[in-house]
């Protein structure tokens, strides 16, 4: 069911995140426009949707929805012009860069009027710098999607208002979405910011000869009854795109301190092509995958993953970027998991968590940042 002020939508790019996010909108019932300046990438884009759908639907993502006619619904545009007409409602997913980024939606504010919203779906850029580029009446949000999940970011920019959040909050719970509104603007959101820990945590476990990937990936399945383990996880994003977000940090970024520990490791896979799922083989190799794993460590190991992703909800608590219940949320929708990390804080108890992680703080693992907040909270 529509919302109230937005029937129509154009997204802007028809990559991944562009099919993702329009196939679930034209699902719910929205008009719904693509524009991309590939004829390539625009003629790929219904048998995209088609393998994604199929891809969610191993979950039920969609389930009971008619996808076939939701993906035949979507009109292509390669005219920036034809996309934009009529739209009440603009997401873009272009590549993450910047200034293109700013030289787009300068050039959608000469086209539209003041009423349409315009949206960006990045996951590392500033939204701050974006909406400064734009003008001050220009309705912009970012509007974050993540792939396979009900969870989406509201963040607002620099100017804007109530009623455009309150607009971005009707549309998506008319999406069947969760609607997560950031109090400020924090790199990777509050559930990228916990999953980072999770699969640093668990790298960082492996580096130090701790437990084994299958020994991890087993325990945390366990922990949780997941489909896939922090290493499957990062198979499935595709290994040489996890080593390309580890190379590009730069002196802001979290986790800066063992980035070269980090991309040694992932490099050893990389180089001999070893990406992940797309290949066949990554940390596990899909064609004779034989996963062998001890479960007398689970306890010692399920603690050991738990570390990071408390301390990440812990700081986002600390830093007021969206109330306590809603970080466990987050975390829940999003993972689609039964248990958020201020339950995983509950069982394991603050003594038990609190040594635990200052065994972490002893490798320098943890940044003075970070520790200085964990520890002030929780001893609050």
């Not at 048998?47 to 292509?76: C, M, P, V, W």
């Not at 620099?158 to 609607?179: E, G």
């Not at 064609?287 to 001890?294: A, E, M």
């Not at 909800?313 to 970027?321: E, G, N, P, T, Y």
Request: charged share 20%; with cysteine; proline share 2%.
């Amino acid at each position: 069911m529509s919302s109230n002020n937005i029937k129509n939508i154009c997204f802007i790019g028809a990559g991944t995140m562009g099919c993702f996010n329009s196939l679930v909108a034209s699902v719910a019932g929205y008009e719904c426009k693509i524009f991309d300046q590939s004829e390539n990438v625009l003629n790929e884009r219904i048998n995209n949707q088609t393998l994604l759908a199929q891809y969610l639907n191993q979950s039920n993502f969609f389930e009971g929805k008619d996808i076939s006619s939701a993906i035949s619904r979507i009109k292509n545009c390669n005219n920036i012009n034809d996309a934009l007409e009529k739209a009440d409602l603009v997401s873009e997913s272009i590549p993450e860069n910047l200034n293109l980024k700013i030289k787009l939606f300068n050039e959608i504010e000469s086209i539209v009027n003041k009423n349409i919203i315009l949206t960006t779906n990045t996951s590392s850029l500033s939204i701050k710098k974006i909406s400064e580029g734009l003008h001050p009446d220009t309705k912009f949000a970012a509007l974050h999607s993540y792939l396979g999940s009900k969870l989406m970011d509201v963040v607002r920019g620099t100017y804007t208002s109530d009623q455009t959040i309150n607009s971005l909050v009707d549309y998506i719970k008319s999406v069947d979405s969760y609607p997560l509104i950031l109090n400020k603007e924090h790199q990777g959101y509050v559930l990228n910011f916990m999953l980072s820990g999770l699969l640093t945590q668990s790298l960082l476990m492996v580096i130090e000869n701790k437990h084994t990937i299958q020994d991890i990936d087993a325990a945390w399945k366990d922990l949780n009854s997941s489909q896939f383990g922090p290493f499957g996880m990062m198979d499935m994003f595709g290994l040489d795109v996890v080593r390309q977000a580890w190379q590009e940090k730069d002196s802001d970024s979290f986790h800066l301190m063992y980035k070269d520990k980090i991309v040694d490791l992932l490099s050893q896979y990389t180089d001999k092509n070893y990406l992940g799922l797309k290949t066949f083989r990554g940390f596990y190799n899909y064609k004779d995958i034989d996963i062998n794993y001890k479960k007398d460590n689970f306890a010692e190991i399920q603690k050991d993953l738990c570390v990071s992703i408390i301390e990440a909800a812990v700081v986002l608590h600390s830093r007021k970027i969206v109330h306590k219940d809603e970080i466990n949320k987050a975390w829940i929708v999003g993972t689609n998991l039964s248990k958020g990390p201020f339950d995983f804080l509950s069982n394991m108890g603050i003594t038990s968590y609190l040594k635990n992680y200052e065994e972490w703080v002893a490798r320098d693992y943890i940044s003075p940042e970070f520790h200085s907040l964990v520890r002030t909270c929780l001893s609050d």
